[in-house]
């Protein structure tokens, strides 16, 4: 994944989950500095503080096969934000991942990728 620049928008951030969520619901990705914000919070949902946590309409499923970095993400399998303001208000190592429910019983979570947040 590529650098950003620290408060920087309008950038697009994909995350790739390795399988086929173009009819699936319950979109989301996770995007979150890595140092000093990694413990999970401790309310009903779980989820990291310090972190931005963007749903549905704000995540789609990528629709053209596209290289990031070394890793070829295939049409339907990978989700996109596109970075609003103050999502990246520090330097530092950051990491981002990517989920979708399948099913009511069966939801797919991809893994963490980490970024550069330039100063």
């Known amino acids: 994944m590529a650098a950003f620049n620290k408060n ?3 950038q697009v951030i994909r995350v790739n989950l390795n399988q086929d969520v173009s009819t699936n619901t319950g979109l989301e990705v996770i995007i979150q500095p890595e140092l000093g914000h990694s413990k999970n919070s401790s309310n009903d949902t779980d ?5 931005v946590i963007a749903t549905n309409p704000d995540v789609t499923v990528g629709t053209v096969d596209i290289t990031v970095g070394d890793e070829t993400y295939s049409a339907n399998e990978y989700l996109e934000y596109t970075i609003q303001a103050d999502d990246l208000s520090k330097s ?6 990517g989920s979708a429910d399948i099913s009511s019983t069966n939801r797919v979570v991809g893994d963490y990728k980490r970024f ?3 100063a």
């Open 8 to 10: 920087e928008y309008g």
């Open 116 to 118: 550069t947040v330039l």
């Open 47 to 51: 989820k990291p503080q310090g972190a």
């Open 92 to 97: 530092g190592t950051w990491r981002a991942k």
